[in-house]
């Protein structure tokens, strides 16, 4: 499977983007997420989903303004971010769950990445 992250761009804080990831093979077997690294940062759990959409799970630093869920179907993921701020600057990547991984949170559980999308966030 391949994964493309896009939607990424320019925003003034306070502000809006919603992140997309198309998968080139079918997405419903899997648990996904998204990660971010921002400048001279490791990288960081945004945010969780599984197969079917009905559970999720969210960084601290997100949670309550970001928003993941999927559309099996199209064979995409979404990241809808709200109340943007410059701390939200970041390479966003989405990402398959390994089918071995017991946690969420950690990037080793992810087997499968996509190439990154960049979010600037102005204040």
């Known amino acids: 499977v391949q994964l493309q992250a896009s939607g990424g761009g320019l925003a003034q804080a306070g502000g809006s983007l919603r992140l997309s990831c198309a998968s080139s093979?079918?997405?419903?077997?899997?648990?996904m997420g998204w990660f971010r690294r921002a400048p001279g940062k490791e990288r960081e759990f945004v945010a969780h989903?599984?197969?079917?959409?009905?559970?999720?799970y969210y960084g601290d630093s997100v949670t309550g303004r970001f928003t993941v869920s999927r559309d099996n179907g199209q064979n995409m993921m979404f990241l809808q971010m709200t109340a943007l701020g410059p701390e939200d600057t970041a390479v966003y990547y989405c990402?398959?769950?390994?089918?071995?991984?017991?946690?969420?949170?950690?990037?080793?559980?992810?087997?499968?990445w996509g190439q990154g999308t960049q979010v600037t966030v102005s204040s």
């Open positions: 990402a398959k769950h390994s089918v071995h991984a017991r946690g969420w949170e950690r990037d080793f559980e992810y087997d499968v």
């Open positions: 989903i599984n197969w079917n959409g009905r559970i999720t």
């Open positions: 093979r079918a997405l419903s077997n899997y648990n």
